[in-house]
């Protein structure tokens, strides 16, 4: 194992899975600790409770589609909201660099609250550190989340079968490519946006539906190839994608080949992956179709008996090429 | 009110409460956010539940007494402990800067797990970011907690009357000093730890005395002075203190002498203040002298009918002297 932390180790691929089952898993294993998961599930007084907590980098702090204001707030309902849970409270936590604008900061606030008040959560807590000039980058936001899951959620990897379909609510890799089009050096311009928003609403319409929906998770750091791999690892089924159905915008795929990047391990700050039962994936697909945040959804694959623990696409052209979990993400600071 | 963020914004004093006044406020106000309690108090389907957050960016992060890990699990747990709340249930999100030594990580990580169990929480959800070389000094650690507020608790500054008496737990300022006798360009050594500790074994000491024990809070940043001035602020009493009953490290007096500094507003990382009924008082300070960790406790002032809205000092020669909160803190970076 490397002696010093790289910026791999935070981006979601094989050395941050390297990172988790090496130094955090032996100190913090416990029966609520899931790695698989976007956020825990505690029981408090019968009550099933998620918690999830994350510390958002991204640079720059504004681009097309959001702020880190907007992110850190989608991105901490999202992960409550993928545990099947209703979003609820959310806490905030600022670090701020010494000399940072107060009318970014105002306006980084208010992209907050707006976030929340969208899917009716309060943020009711709240911390700020100040650290000099060069002490951080702009400015950090932690957001740590409570969501109440209700009775009739029963998500879990151990409920999916060979033969469900996997679904996605709309194109790939938005986020990555907005923020990319941001960072000067790469110097081109897309009018894309990203898919930044919370989908707690467009998943709540799956109210009555909770039989059929298997497992859930939001495809960020790592983007759909990352899950799909987190998923599949040391299990006894593979996935298989169609290429043809996963929806992307064409300036996504733009970019990718000019810049020699696999859409499929871009970022994602509004989307859900769900693993559905067969019979019902098209009744799920047309519920997630109807709702604004789900018109361009998809059957992108389904869950197949072999290769076991492996993820491959079957391409436009019909071959077949697997899909791995990459040892470094191909961007960082893109959440 | 000022253009950019100044270090002294994130000292706990008057300018971070002017941002929390003009910036957080109108943004996030809602009825569970309270600025001057440590967690927010929500209710979970009857079930009264704290929550809290804290980012730590203390320097150095390995001081006499602890570390960030040990740091950032107490102060979560202290800010649960201090609601009255039975800490339950800790996240744990890491900033991590590109080259940071991988045994440190280590060392930090089995901090935070050895802390958590002191006091029998579960680390049960994180994140980990990493972001470049410069991008952010070293690590900062994100914990927010959940705890569950038993029924006979009842704490809130509504509470406190006249006659009330303060008992602090031990000596003041220890955290403090324990940091500034690390940086380097102060150059001097002393013996003394930081306090840096979870207190909720000591404050659960309290259970079938909750009625006589009317509000609580850590005095972190901005020390005893400042959460007094914050209780005090805007209220029909005052606060009278009695420097003679104040227990300080005699180093402590030694540094505060040495650099000008007034160990009321020092930083502590293990001491909790109580407002508790005057009959009672005697009653709740031998339990805490029977703890570990209140051997030094004492009862240091009382509530008094005025000047109100403001804390006043009874000096050892019997002057007195207003102690009002201070603008920028003594020292940044020191939680």
């Known amino acids: 194992m490397e002696k010093i932390i790289r910026l791999a180790h935070g981006s979601g691929g094989k050395l941050t899975q390297q990172l988790i089952r090496d130094v955090f898993f032996p100190c913090f294993n416990n029966q609520f600790l899931a790695p698989l998961d976007d956020s825990a599930v505690v029981n408090i007084d019968g009550i099933r409770v998620a918690f999830t907590t994350d510390s958002y980098v991204v640079k720059p702090i504004f681009f097309p589609g959001g702020d880190i204001g907007k992110l850190s707030v989608s991105g901490t309902i999202n ?23 107060l009318s970014d900061l105002k306006r ?12 009716g959560v309060n943020i009711v807590t709240g911390d700020t550190k100040v650290v000099e000039k060069r002490g951080a980058d702009s400015i950090f936001i932690n957001t740590s989340g409570i969501g109440i899951v209700p009775a009739e959620v029963n998500l879990g990897i151990d409920r999916i079968r060979v033969g469900d ?15 990319l089009s941001q960072r000067e050096e790469l110097g081109f311009e897309v ?15 799956l109210n009555g539906n909770w039989d059929s929906v298997k497992f859930m998770r939001d495809p960020t750091r790592g983007g759909v190839a990352g899950v799909l791999n987190e998923i599949v690892q040391n299990r006894g089924f593979g996935i298989e994608l169609w290429e043809r159905s996963i929806p992307f915008q064409e300036e996504t795929l733009a970019v990718c080949e000019l810049l020699g990047m696999d859409p499929l391990y871009l970022a994602n700050e509004g989307k859900v992956i769900l693993f559905v039962e067969s019979e019902k994936a098209q009744d799920i697909l047309n519920i997630f179709k109807a709702h604004p945040m789900g018109k361009r ?4 694959g389904e869950v197949v008996a072999g290769p076991k623990g492996k993820v491959y696409l079957v391409t436009s052209i019909g071959t077949h ?14 959440c």
């Open 165 to 179: 379909k996997i679904i996605v609510n709309g194109t790939v890799g938005d986020h990555s490519v907005a923020i």
């Open 79 to 101: 992960d409550l909201a993928v545990m099947g849970a209703r979003p609820a409270f959310i806490s905030c936590s600022l670090i701020i660099e010494e000399g940072f604008s």
């Open 108 to 119: 980084i606030v208010s992209s907050i609250q707006h976030t929340a008040e969208e899917t």
């Open 297 to 300: 959804s998809s059957i992108i």
């Open 321 to 334: 090429r697997v899909v791995d979990m990459l040892v470094e993400d191909q961007l960082p600071r893109i």
């Open 191 to 205: 009018s894309l946006e990203s898919d930044c928003a919370p989908i707690y609403d467009l998943i709540s319409k």
